[in-house]
């Protein structure tokens, strides 16, 4: 069982605060599905990023499974890995998808558990989905590892998987943006960087990244993401909300930007 590592820090403790949080989230936003095959989330706390990633989980459908990619912060286990354990959230328990697990190439991508013990990124991603739906498997994969050739082989395994098994999969991956600048300076550099995600341009992706010094934290994960949607049939992005942690302290010196967006 993985247990949770970070709720009472990122996201409410309690069953019930926690539900009132992910509400608010979703406040004034209108559920209405479409046809995504991948998607990008934020991963902060929810006071600052949860609002732009439930615009991204209202329009999600209903999927068997959901293929959840982040980046391993803490520096643990293996470069690219996945977890096969039950993950436990206060609003309660998430199988992995075992089967998709095992269609998996396993050319780069681990089985390991100690890369997402302490990993923040993909476990504040569970209780959306939970809030949404009630009947579904989750694949977390951690990146350490995530120059663009790793990613683009990320990809291509999740895209095999994806047609080994027979289910509806939903490709998410979760980054935050620019980090710990002034928030002018990170809303030019985040809408230079995001372009080519909408155009699904992982290599001009990278070339931007590169170009500017990026302090996106999951920009492995997204690439991945890409080239996976791309491989089932993405043909574009769309970006659903952009803001700034400023948005919520009203600081605007010193910012980190969040970004939800759709692949379809």
Known sequence: MRIPAVSGQFYPRGKNDLRTEISRCFANIHLKERAVIGAVVPHAGYM???????????????????????????????????????????SGEVNSDLDFIKA??????????????????????????????????????CMGMQDEQTALEVGEEISEAVKKVDRKVVIIASSDFSHYKPDKVAREDDAYFIDPILALDTQEFYR????????????????????ASKNLGAKHGALLKYST????????????????????
């Open 104 to 141: 998996l190439p396993k050319q780069i991508i681990d089985t390991d558990e100690s890369a997402h013990r302490y990993e923040h990124s993909l476990e504040v991603q569970l209780p959306f989905l939970q809030h949404r739906f009630s009947d579904f498997r989750i694949v977390p994969i």
């Open 208 to 227: 931007r990244l590169n170009e500017r010094a990026a302090s996106v934290c999951g920009y492995g994960p997204i690439a991945a993401m890409l080239n």
């Open 48 to 90: 600052y990023s949860g609002t732009t990633a439930a615009h991204v989980y209202s329009v999600l459908p209903e999927a068997d499974t959901f293929v959840l990619i982040g980046p391993n912060h803490t520096g643990h286990g293996s470069p690219v890995s996945v977890s096969s354990e039950t993950w436990s959230t206060p």
């Open 245 to 264: 942690s400023g948005d919520t302290t009203g600081d605007l010196s010193v910012v980190v930007g969040y970004a939800g967006i759709i692949i379809e």
